[in-house]
Antibody, heavy 121, light 108 residues
Framework: EVQLVESGGGLVQPGGSLRLSCAASGFIFSNYAMTWVRQVPGKGLEWVSAISGTGGSTYYADSVKGRFSISRDNSRNTLFLQMNSLRAEDTAVYYC??????????????WGQGSLVTVSS | EIVMTQSPATLSVSPGERATLSCGASQSVGSNLAWYQQKVGQAPRLLIYGASTRATGIPGRFSGSGSGTEFTLTISSLQSEDFAVYYCQQYSDWPPFTFGGGTKVEIK
């Protein structure tokens, strides 16, 4: 059974940093790209970042480029999102998701339960 | 960036009735279109990918159709557990992957 468990969310001041983790199990982690998607409570879904199975390729939404960094540790089956220079508009529930597909693109077939990040003074 | 537009924003349907949700893309995405279901307090769940292929474990009452810029998700006979918000997502031209704004299916 595929399981994705996020951790690391919480309250942080504007300009601060936070690191989210996503522990994966139930599949061969290194074989799959992974992604982060966020959702402001009561609003829609916004894709944030993605990383290839090897970690060699990373992708970012313009809204977080230069401030967020995605990485993975395939030996520990864990995905990370380092978030720096946080802004109030980054407040959201952050989901990690497993990506499935090919070079044409990825759908997201399994999702974690989400981790709430609140940026406020 | 491809903009995804969903309609209607809210759909009121009685249990047992058919629901038809629409998703439009600002440019062609071929068949690289997925649908997700999100219930209150839960993570999204993949329903459909490739515009029309049901994901693992998804009941047959869910079907997807369309290609290019116009797509439809149909729920043939709504069950109580189907009342939720539904999102479409394109994965043709990325980054970024983009989602529609969602359609809330509520009980009439």
């Amino acid at each position: 059974e595929v399981q994705l468990v996020e951790s690391g969310g919480g309250l942080v001041q504007p300009g601060g940093s936070l690191r989210l983790s996503c522990a994966a199990s139930g599949f061969i982690f290194s074989n799959y790209a992974m992604t982060w998607v966020r959702q402001v409570p009561g609003k829609g879904l916004e894709w944030v970042s993605a990383i290839s199975g090897t970690g060699g390729s990373t992708y970012y939404a313009d809204s977080v480029k230069g401030r967020f960094s995605i990485s993975r540790d395939n030996s520990r089956n864990t995905l990370f999102l380092q978030m720096n220079s946080l802004r109030a508009e980054d407040t959201a529930v952050y989901y990690c998701a497993k990506a499935r597909g090919d070079s044409s693109g990825w759908r997201f077939d399994y999702w974690g339960q989400g981790s709430l990040v609140t940026v406020s003074s | 960036e491809i903009v995804m537009t969903q309609s209607p924003a809210t759909l009121s349907v009685s249990p047992g009735e058919r629901a038809t949700l629409s998703c439009g893309a600002s440019q062609s995405v071929g068949s690289n279109l997925a649908w997700y279901q999100q219930k209150v307090g839960q993570a999204p769940r993949l329903l459909i990918y490739g515009a029309s292929t049901r994901a693992t474990g998804i009941p047959g009452r869910f079907s997807g159709s369309g290609s290019g810029t116009e797509f439809t998700l149909t729920i043939s006979s709504l069950q109580s557990e189907d009342f939720a918000v539904y999102y479409c997502q394109q994965y043709s031209d990325w980054p970024p992957f983009t989602f529609g704004g969602g359609t809330k299916v509520e009980i009439k």
